[in-house]
């Protein structure tokens, strides 16, 4: 079975941090960009950032642009995002994404979604 498996999520105070993890069952990441999709009720999907197959370009969204970083380990079949200085308008599910390719991200057309994981930053 083909997955992306987040984990990492959960609630945490404004100004806190996390870091999401995504692991790829089934298949390797190696030629894939991957990262990540947030949703939150009454909001528009928003593609926060990915990352090419081989790490050598990073996309983010404007609203997480200093605060979240992403990076990959093909090695460990793995991408992670670390997002400090949290704020309650990240609240939403964040699911990961992978892209055939590797060379960009669409958030119109995804080859792989994960499940989701919720963050909650709270007051």
């Known amino acids: 079975q083909l997955q992306l498996v987040e984990s990492g999520g959960g609630l945490v105070q404004p100004g806190g941090s996390l870091r999401l993890s995504c692991a790829a069952s089934g298949f390797s990441l190696d030629y894939y960009a991957i990262g990540w999709i947030r949703q939150a009720p009454g909001k528009e999907r928003e593609g926060v950032s990915c990352?090419?197959?081989?790490?050598?370009?990073?996309n983010y969204a404007d609203s997480v642009k200093g605060r979240f970083t992403i990076s990959r380990d093909n090695a460990k079949n793995t991408v992670y995002l670390q997002m400090n200085s949290l704020k309650p308008e990240d609240t939403a599910v964040y699911y990961c994404?992978?892209?055939?390719?590797?060379?960009?991200?669409?958030?119109?057309?995804?080859?792989?979604w994960g499940r989701g994981t919720q963050v909650t930053v709270s007051s």
């Open positions: 990352i090419t197959k081989g790490g050598g370009s990073t």
């Open positions: 994404a992978a892209w055939w390719g590797g060379s960009s991200c669409d958030t119109t057309w995804v080859d792989y």
